[in-house]
């Protein structure tokens, strides 16, 4: 069975700083993926970044990167230098490469202060 | 252009209706979903057809059917409505059903009211 926590109901940050989203995770396949998505007020569901278990460098995209860390089973999003747009729910997802179902967390909700 | 296209929005009805939610991606993709996300924000798979075959049928009341008529379309049809049904649903797509590295893409979502 697979597993997605999102520990982190909501998080607070200033404009401009950078803020890490934990996400821990629990799977018994050997090779699996790792996403997150973005949900604005608005409601449509955005793909952010991927990572994969084999991958050996952190992902990156513009001002998202994934901090992987298989042994500990953590996969936090840093998103760097804030803005306001990025006020939103952040979901964490999985899928183990035997599966065809994604598992979502239960999301964090965060807000970017001006 | 949009990739993951659901109609309607929203909609808004009374228990025990029937409805449908139509889902048409222009991606070029197998494999399309079904999910729920409940008043809590939270997500659920409830079907997943791969070129228009039945591959993920989750714990769902039957009064949940869905139809696929081709693989760019994946339409979600509820009979007799009820309070409980009333969420976001999300259509999305992905390349393909399996594999680690397999992106799905939602659409905006549909939020159904049942009154």
């Known amino acids: 069975a697979q597993k997605i926590t999102q520990t982190q109901p909501g998080m607070f940050v200033q404009e401009k700083e950078a803020v890490t989203l934990d996400c821990t995770y629990d799977?018994?396949?050997?090779?699996?993926?790792l996403f997150w998505y973005k949900q604005p007020s608005s409601g449509e569901m955005i793909f952010l970044i991927y990572?994969?278990?084999?991958?050996?460098q952190n992902a990156t995209e513009g001002r998202y990167s994934l901090n992987f860390q298989k042994a500990r089973k953590s996969a936090n999003l840093v998103i760097s230098a804030s803005q306001l747009g990025d006020s939103a729910m952040y979901f964490c997802?999985?899928?183990?490469?035997?599966?065809?179902?994604?598992?979502f967390g239960k999301g964090t909700l965060l807000t970017v202060n001006p | 252009d949009t990739a993951v296209s659901q109609t309607p929005k929203y909609l808004v009805t009374q228990m025990g209706n029937d409805k449908s939610i139509k889902c048409e991606q222009n991606?070029?993709?197998?494999?399309m979903y079904w999910y729920k996300q409940d008043s809590k924000k939270f997500l659920k798979i409830m079907f997943s057809?791969?070129?228009?075959?039945?591959?993920i049928n989750e714990t769902v009341p039957n009064r949940f059917s869905p139809k696929s008529p081709d693989k760019a379309h994946l339409n979600l049809h509820i009979n007799s409505l009820e309070l409980g049904d009333s969420a976001v649903y999300f259509c999305?797509?992905?390349?393909?059903?399996?594999?680690?590295?397999?992106?799905?893409?939602f659409g905006a979502g549909t939020r159904l009211s049942v009154l």
């Open positions: 999305a797509s992905s390349p393909r059903p399996g594999g680690s590295k397999n992106i799905q893409y």
């Open positions: 991606l070029g993709h197998d494999t």
């Open positions: 057809y791969n070129n228009k075959e039945l591959i």
């Open positions: 799977t018994s396949d050997q090779s699996y993926g």
């Open positions: 990572q994969g278990s084999y991958d050996e």
């Open positions: 997802a999985m899928r183990g490469g035997s599966n065809y179902k994604l598992t």
